[in-house]
């Protein structure tokens, strides 16, 4: 029997699905597609994660939603998915799944700040857990996909930084802007 390795990655790339791909899908109604059009941030489903469950967010999601529309109460938050269609899927492993999020770039970076926080709230049993994640940060023309599976004390020099340059960039909004002790406020300040 051979061993198991772990697979870690850090991957960014340019995809095609944006916003209007995501709230396009099948599986969601007009009057769903509607509310999700003007959304910050959207959870969205694992689509075919195996082949008796087309759409699954990670155990636990549903709390995870809940808690950012609570602490997020300046943006618009959804999820992609209908509520008799919402299913959850317990993966038991060490690793904290987070699932997959779209996010507006002018959200972007303190939505990531505000997951930091999350992740390390969930992790204070252990030091140095694996985390994985899946962003899509999308403007008007662009979708970019920030997939990330590896140790939390990664997390921050990687994905956290690489995302607060890319939105940072794009809007001219100063890093001050969302820093973590001012999250949910100063979101239209200019440069």
């Given at each position: 029997?051979?061993?198991?390795?772990?697979?870690?990655?850090?991957?960014?790339?340019?995809?095609?699905?944006?916003?209007?791909?995501?709230?396009?899908?099948?599986?969601?109604?007009?009057?769903?597609?509607?509310?999700?059009?003007?959304?910050?941030?959207?959870?969205?489903?694992?689509?075919?994660?195996?082949?008796?469950?087309?759409?699954?967010?990670?155990?636990?999601?549903?709390?995870?939603?809940?808690?950012?529309?609570?602490?997020?109460?300046?943006?618009?938050?959804g999820?992609?998915?209908?509520?008799?269609?919402?299913?959850?899927?317990?993966l038991?492993?060490?690793?904290?799944?987070?699932?997959?999020?779209?996010?507006?770039?002018?959200?972007?970076?303190?939505?990531?700040?505000?997951?930091?926080?999350v992740?390390?709230?969930?992790?204070?049993?252990?030091?140095?857990?694996?985390?994985?994640?899946?962003?899509?940060?999308?403007?008007?023309?662009?979708?970019?996909?920030?997939?990330?599976?590896?140790?939390?004390?990664?997390?921050?020099?990687?994905?956290?930084?690489?995302?607060?340059?890319?939105?940072?960039?794009k809007?001219g909004?100063?890093?001050?802007t969302?820093?973590?002790?001012?999250?949910?406020?100063?979101?239209?300040?200019?440069?």
């Amino acid at each position: 029997m051979g061993t198991f390795k772990e697979e870690f990655y850090y991957e960014v790339s340019e995809i095609e699905d944006g916003k209007l791909e995501w709230v396009s899908r099948p599986y969601i109604s007009l009057s769903l597609k509607e509310n999700l059009k003007g959304a910050d941030i959207l959870f969205i489903p694992l689509e075919n994660f195996r082949p008796n469950y087309q759409l699954l967010f990670p155990e636990g999601t549903i709390d995870l939603y809940y808690k950012a529309v609570d602490e997020l109460s300046n943006l618009n938050i959804g999820i992609c998915i209908e509520d008799h269609d919402y299913k959850e899927i317990a993966l038991h492993s060490d690793i904290i799944r987070f699932g997959q999020f779209l996010v507006e770039y002018i959200a972007a970076p303190l939505f990531v700040n505000w997951l930091w926080s999350v992740i390390n709230s969930k992790s204070q049993k252990e030091s140095n857990p694996i985390i994985e994640v899946n962003l899509i940060v999308v403007d008007d023309s662009t979708a970019k996909q920030f997939r990330y599976k590896d140790k939390k004390s990664n997390f921050e020099s990687t994905i956290k930084k690489e995302i607060e340059t890319y939105c940072y960039g794009k809007s001219g909004l100063k890093k001050s802007t969302f820093s973590d002790d001012k999250v949910g406020r100063n979101m239209n300040e200019q440069v």
